[in-house]
């Protein structure tokens, strides 16, 4: 027979249990059936012969549900497997969930990640951590490396899924302008060249390209002559921007390199945080199939990034402001509206109230 929750829980504890009882023995003196004064608590009568059994046993508390160990519990030759395997392989895998797959693959012991963990954890065995990296020290820009636009550019590539290109973009560090993008089925030195061109033939500097130096360090041979550097190249490490050909392409163009760390992405936050602003406000992007019209799209971008999109890390000012020296004319701008708003709405109250 199935238990009614009525006014009663399923379950209560003992205490509860014998006031209940009391109730109940104290309704049957005034002449109350079992029956009725079950019923009227809200209790199946059959539970409260149950319980007036349970309170001559003096078992009133209910048990814990189910064997005192669980079925599919370890046994003990696993437990002392895993602390063993620990022992054996925990200096080489470092990880509760490594040791579980370990035991497996020697066919030792067989546990989940997890209870591999609540082993180690009630034998107060505590894997070792990984070994501390010593930081590199960043290594400083050039002297000669201005902080102001059209001196420090920064690149790297990115990739877009359904279209299965990537494309490697140029910005300008300081004013944060897109100078701009190639589009490829690959990463190499020749879209980095190509993307540099582009930017030099944007800002009007392509004349930095000269071609007698190419060509002589493409074959390898270093001019006499040494002139200063004019654009400096931040980048991180990756193959297509320490190959040969992109040093000479580079140097060639009067641009100077300047590599992050390894491992370290801060190093590059500029370009990091540009491509994660592009992707998570236009999440579109990452589905245009079509290669060509994901360049195109890229170029719209382009054009709204660097001339309408407001920077917060330039004071709500366009990229193009910022390139232009206009930045400040805009934010005085601001000011002066702020100001003759904040003038006109006292004026406007000063009129009503008169």
Known sequence: MGLTAGLVPPRVEAQVKVGLLVLVEHA????????????????DHARVLR?????????????RP??????????????????????EWGEVDRSHRKLAHRGSRLE?????????????????????APARR???PARPWPDWAELVPGVIWIYDFTHFRASRRCAVAVLDVVSRLWLATVVSAEESST??????????????????????LLDELARGTVPDHHELPVLLALSDNGPQMTSR????????????????RPATPNDQAWIESFFGHLKGEHPHLDKI??????????????????????????????????????????????????????????????????
């Open 289 to 354: 199939a079509d290669p060509g019209e994901l360049e195109l799209e890229l170029d719209r971008r382009r054009e709204h990034y660097n001339t309408v999109r407001l920077h917060e890390g330039l004071g709500y000012a366009t990229p193009y402001d910022e390139h232009h020296g206009h930045r400040p004319a805009v934010r005085a701008a601001r000011r002066a509206g702020l100001d003759h708003a904040r003038s006109a709405r006292i004026a406007t109250r000063h009129d009503l109230d008169e």
């Open 245 to 260: 050909s992109t040093k000479a392409f580079l140097a060639g163009a009067r641009i100077a390199t300047h590599f992050g």
């Open 66 to 87: 189910g064997p005192d160990t669980a079925v599919h519990a370890l046994l003990d030759w696993e437990r002392a497997a895993i602390v063993k395997l620990c022992e």
């Open 28 to 43: 049957g003196e005034r002449g109350w059936s079992l029956r009725r004064a079950a019923a009227t608590l809200g209790l």
């Open 134 to 136: 010593d930081p590199r």
């Open 51 to 63: 319980w007036q059994t349970r309170a001559g046993l003096e078992q009133l508390t209910d048990r």
């Open 191 to 212: 879209q980095v060249e190509v993307a540099f061109t582009r930017a030099l033939t944007t800002e009007e500097k392509d004349h930095l390209l000269d071609a007698q």
């Open 108 to 128: 030792l012991v067989h546990a989940s990640e997890s209870t591999v963990l609540r082993v180690l954890a009630g034998e107060g065995i505590v894997l070792p």
